[in-house]
């Protein structure tokens, strides 16, 4: 068994890209909560508590931050091994750049589980949709913030252009009936997926950009399949869609 122990909270989208990839390909994992919020919102200038594991583990106290236990680490090829960072103090094995522990999962599960969810089926096809991953992570996944957080009228409008023109690109590589240049989700689908689903929050808070206007009838029907693909993911439904009362 492969145990990672894994520090996201549910409303982040760069945690849910790594727990998306841990649940597509049935990678067991321990989850450890990363923060508290505060029942007294005056204490603390942020309203919640880091957890002290999270913060031994990766002082900044970013998520994803995953730890990878040792007796999987020992049977890590010396490439897939370098990919991680050794804590210097806690003697632990860590990553936390989002896309870095996806890349990494990926290459555990193909090199060490089978690869049974194989989404990138050769070296030359990896390195490129990794690439792919790395251009839609600000064209997507960073603009959708800068919709939301830009000062002015003019700001926001010309992110959403740019928003929008990245996601008429991505759709250029959807494939009929499947997902980026593939019938079975890549890396490039679990990078972009978190913010996809969220498009409804820019219609709230940002209703005078409409996707509608950007993209021709083609491309929305086609986002609109797509998404409702993305739905039926089980590891959409597993990692998104958990309704957790505890």
């Known amino acids: ?23 597509h390909h049935d990678i067991p994992f321990v989850y450890g909560k990363s923060l508290v919020v505060n029942k007294d919102q005056d204490l603390g200038k942020n309203g919640y508590t880091k957890l002290p594991r999270l913060l031994e583990l990766n002082p900044k106290g970013l998520v994803p931050t995953l730890e990878v236990e040792p007796d999987l680490v020992e049977k890590l090829e010396v490439s897939t091994k370098k990919m991680l960072k050794q804590h210097e103090k806690e003697g632990a094995w860590i990553m936390s750049e989002s896309i870095d522990c996806m890349v990494f999962l990926n290459t555990v599960a193909m090199k060490h589980l089978g690869g049974t969810h194989d989404i990138m089926p050769d070296a030359v096809a990896e390195s490129l949709l990794n690439d792919a991953s790395k ?22 409008k010309e992110a959403f252009d740019f928003f929008a023109s990245s996601i008429a690109e991505f759709l250029k590589e959807v494939q009929p009936e499947g997902f980026y240049q593939s019938q079975n989700p890549t890396i490039v689908d679990l990078t972009v997926i978190p913010w996809l689903l969220r498009i409804h929050i820019l219609k709230h808070y940002r209703p005078a950009f409409k996707l509608e206007d950007q993209l021709d009838e083609t491309d929305m029907q086609k986002l609109e399949e797509y998404l409702s693909r993305v739905r039926r993911l089980e590891a959409v439904q597993k990692a998104l869609w958990k309704n957790d009362k505890t």
Do not use: D, G, H
């Open 135 to 156: 251009i839609y992570n600000p064209n997507i996944c960073s603009t959708f913030y800068r919709i939301l957080m830009k000062p002015t009228m003019e700001e926001q």
């Open 1 to 23: 068994m492969v145990e990672t122990k894994f520090f996201p909270p549910w409303c982040c989208p760069y945690a849910q890209r790594a727990w998306l990839t841990l649940a």
